[in-house]
């Protein structure tokens, strides 16, 4: 007989038949079991403690805003302990100063406001009519049935629940405000011991990423918060003085109404714009084309003139970005989730560029390229792919 010296092949060696089934096999399924119960057990307790973790984060960044004039007393011989009860004393007094000078009359225009609201709604909705007369085509868009104070009052009570989870009540946001103000007195007075606490929660290989990405965390959030706080003065001035002249009712209340929509980007200064629009609207449509043009004129001087010059340090940051954060935010955590989104923006870049882009450095002029290769999809044929490895076969034993 002729022996046959080829080596032998097993059942479990032999290639499946095509009409076999296919078997699936789970590997690490415990790890993936663990791994899941652990990321739900993580997103209940942040569930349990967001509003927590939200007063903090505000906490934290209004302690940053306070210790840049801090800083700088301390580094011409003034005492932390004194340059931080000199920086509150000056705050409280200019609030108080702002309080008394334009409290009363923010009072009275929101009364006024709200008494009159019946009448101008009567005012809007003749207005609207008379639109729709004179335009037809504009009957497919606005109903003026829904003018009216039961529909607004249903509207506005479906809304309430849409706008986050965790917003607060007025008490709760006065509860809230001291619980921020203590918190950041706290932070500021004695910084130290918390740095090193979290940079000793950091392993010793990492620590000085951590320390590079916190410092520039840091730096960005101050030049944001800093120059965000100019911005909402300079738009609340300008946009008061300009209703002012075009004889906007209420026209204080709507000015700081469009300072306080600065602190949103984005979307904060085109929802503050609606209200005086609405309020011009009942008097005259004409007004109302002048109140847009006015706050149009005010977003273009801010987004070309403004925000180049006040924000002194480039945050990088592309609109779609900042708006991806205020939208995703905004509907989770309500208006403090608006409000956070630029700095969960700068946190999240600066995480990812010191502790995953630093580790994977690419050319930047390959990036470009690639990029354009990508924006020029539709006329241009996408790029070859490149050869595939041929591995040598290893040698038979033997």
């Known amino acids: 007989m002729k ?34 119960g652990a990321a739900l057990l993580a997103f209940t307790f942040f569930d349990a403690i967001a509003k927590v973790v939200l007063l903090f984060l505000l906490a ?4 940053i805003v306070l210790n840049a004039p801090v800083r700088r007393l301390e580094r011409r011989g003034v005492r932390r ?10 705050l409280m007094a200019a609030l108080g100063t702002a309080g008394v000078v334009l409290g009363p009359r923010v009072t009275e225009e929101a009364n006024g ?14 207005q609207a009519d008379r639109l729709v007369s004179d335009f037809p085509l504009l009957g ?20 309430m629940p849409r706008i986050g989870r965790y917003t607060v009540s007025f008490f709760g946001g006065i509860a809230a405000g001291v619980v921020v103000l203590v918190t950041a007195l706290y932070t500021v007075a004695s910084p130290r011991p918390l740095v090193r606490g979290l940079l000793t929660a950091v392993p010793p290989g990492y620590r000085s990423r951590a320390a590079r990405a916190l410092t520039r965390i840091v730096a960005q959030l101050e030049a944001w ?48 714009a609606v209200p005086p629009m609405f309020a011009a609207l009942s008097e005259s449509p004409s007004k109302a084309l002048w109140v847009a043009a006015l706050f149009f004129v005010i977003q273009q001087v801010e987004n070309h003139l403004l925000v180049p010059w006040v924000m002194s340090k480039n945050l990088n940051l592309h609109p779609v970005s900042i708006l991806f954060f ?13 409000l ?16 995953y882009a630093r580790k994977r450095p690419a050319d930047p002029d390959d990036l470009d390229d690639e990029a354009e290769q990508v924006i020029q999809a539709g006329d241009t044929e996408p790029p070859a792919p490149p050869a595939p490895r041929h591995e040598p076969e290893p040698a038979p034993e033997g």
């Open 140 to 159: 497919r868009f606005l109903d003026t049935e829904t003018l009216t104070e039961e529909k607004l009052a249903e509207r506005f009570a479906l809304l």
């Open 225 to 272: 918060a800093l120059a965000t706080l100019v911005l909402m003065g300079i738009i609340f001035l300008v946009s008061w003085i300009g209703l002012s002249i075009l004889a906007v009712p209420n026209s204080l209340l709507y000015g700081l109404l469009a300072g306080f929509g600065e602190a949103i980007p984005t979307i904060g200064p085109i929802v503050s």
């Open 60 to 63: 934290f960044l209004f302690a």
């Open 113 to 126: 406001l709200v008494q009159n609201a019946p009448e101008s709604l009567d005012r809007l909705r003749a």
């Open 326 to 338: 205020v939208i995703a935010l905004g509907a989770l955590l309500g208006i403090t989730g608006a």
């Open 3 to 36: 022996s046959d010296d080829s080596p032998q092949r097993s059942l479990a060696d032999a290639p499946p038949a095509d009409d076999a089934p296919t078997r699936v096999v789970v590997v690490n399924h415990v790890r993936i079991v663990l791994f899941a």
């Open 81 to 90: 302990a004194v340059s931080v009860a000199g920086v509150v004393l000056l």
């Open 340 to 355: 956070l989104a630029v700095p969960t923006a700068i946190i999240t870049k600066v995480l990812f560029e010191e502790f």
